[in-house]
């Protein structure tokens, strides 16, 4: 499947932030986490993930990297970041990752990962540590536009 063509460009959220695990409940404890400024989404399988971001795209994504086959998590956080860019993407690792692993996901653009068993606001600080960094660049980038128009 080629996600890319499955994946809207941008919806109106019904979720703020889609968390990707078939640990539920470490997903539950994630969702509470970060309850306080995002409304999340708990799906177990890739092709849930991709299910809901035909229907909406939220403002984070948080996967464990070890759910379903692991390259086909990757071709989705690929297509994912290609058409939404300014999505802060995380992944959760049940087991460390080897180094071909970790430039894996350094290349398929994944902001960051902690490995677990982590301390849920420590995933809450970077999550908002990078969407905040996100939307600063969202809105230089409407500045600039702005500029470049009534310059013409």
Not at 64 to 83: N, Q, T
Request: aromatic share 8%; charged share 25%; hydrophobic share 45%.
């Amino acid at each position: 499947m080629n996600f890319s063509d499955s994946l809207p460009m941008r919806a109106n959220s019904e979720c703020s932030a889609l968390i990707v695990d078939d640990d539920v409940e470490y997903a539950r404890v994630i969702a509470d986490t970060l309850s306080g400024t995002y409304q999340s989404r708990i799906v177990t399988t890739v092709d849930a993930a991709v299910q809901r971001f035909q229907r909406a795209s939220p403002r984070v994504l948080v996967a464990e990297r070890w759910v379903g086959d692991p390259k086909r998590l990757i071709d989705f956080i690929r297509a994912v970041r290609a058409s939404h860019a300014d999505l802060a993407i995380f992944l959760t690792s049940k087991r460390p990752m080897s180094l071909a692993e970790t430039m894996e996901c350094w290349e398929a653009d994944v902001d960051g990962w902690l490995l677990k068993p982590f301390h849920p606001r420590e995933l809450a600080g970077r999550v908002d540590h990078i969407a905040r960094r996100l939307a600063a660049v969202k809105q230089a980038q409407i500045a600039r536009a702005d500029v470049h128009s009534w310059a013409s």
